[in-house]
């Protein structure tokens, strides 16, 4: 399950990722399975993912992102794996503005506007991360439930106090 907003220049984003997919080879996987084309890195045999080729380096295998973009606030990071870094926030920071990402006047309301456009990326970002696979256990746990306990699994058991009005 996704949950990203519409990039606020539908056709820009398909033209990035499209060129990504072009740049690594579309339909491209690393061996673990990664295939968004923004985390593969380009010109690689076999096909690796930033991931991966760190693990090997035995390097870090995080990068800190900036919320609000470095030109707005280059203090202001946080440690994401690096897939995630080019895949997820870094492409979501090219959907913004570009005046707005570069501020290169220092604007305090571009700047503003950043932190705001950061912090709803980030949140995001991390709701999708942290929490919708646990939402989606949970229904697969209830389906596995009801076929091997029947359809009011947890009358009669502490759970029946969750139960909803």
Same mark, same amino acid.
């Given at each position: ?6 990039? #606020?220049?539908? #056709? $820009? ?12 080879? =579309? ?5 673990? %399975?990664?295939? #968004? *084309? ?5 010109? #690689? ?11 090997? !380096? ?10 609000? %973009? ?18 997820? /926030? $870094? ?6 503005? !570009? !005046?707005? +990402?570069?501020?290169? =006047?220092?604007?305090?309301? +571009? *700047? ?17 991360? /942290?929490? /919708? ?8 746990? =209830?389906?596995?439930?009801?076929? @091997? +306990?029947?359809? @009011?699994?947890? !009358? =009669?058991? @502490?759970?029946? $106090?969750?139960?909803?009005?």
């Amino acid at each position: 399950m996704t949950m990203k907003p519409s990039p #606020r220049d539908p #056709r $820009s984003a398909h033209r990035r990722q499209v060129s990504a997919a072009r740049r690594v080879g =579309d339909g491209n996987k690393c061996a673990c %399975g990664e295939d #968004r *084309s923004q985390a593969i890195i380009p010109g #690689r045999r076999p096909t690796t993912c930033a991931n991966c080729d760190r693990k090997l !380096k035995n390097q870090q295998i995080t990068d800190d992102h900036h919320i609000a %973009g470095v030109s707005n606030n280059p203090t202001a990071t946080i440690a994401v794996l690096v897939n995630d870094h080019r895949a997820e /926030l $870094s492409t979501a920071q090219q959907d913004w503005p !570009k !005046k707005t +990402l570069e501020n290169p =006047d220092r604007s305090p309301l +571009l *700047s503003a506007a950043a932190h705001i456009r950061g912090f709803a990326d980030t949140i995001v970002y991390l709701i999708t991360t /942290l929490l /919708l696979w646990i939402a989606e256990m949970l229904e697969l746990l =209830d389906t596995h439930l009801v076929r @091997k +306990l029947g359809q @009011k699994w947890w !009358k =009669d058991t @502490k759970l029946g $106090s969750f139960e909803p009005q």
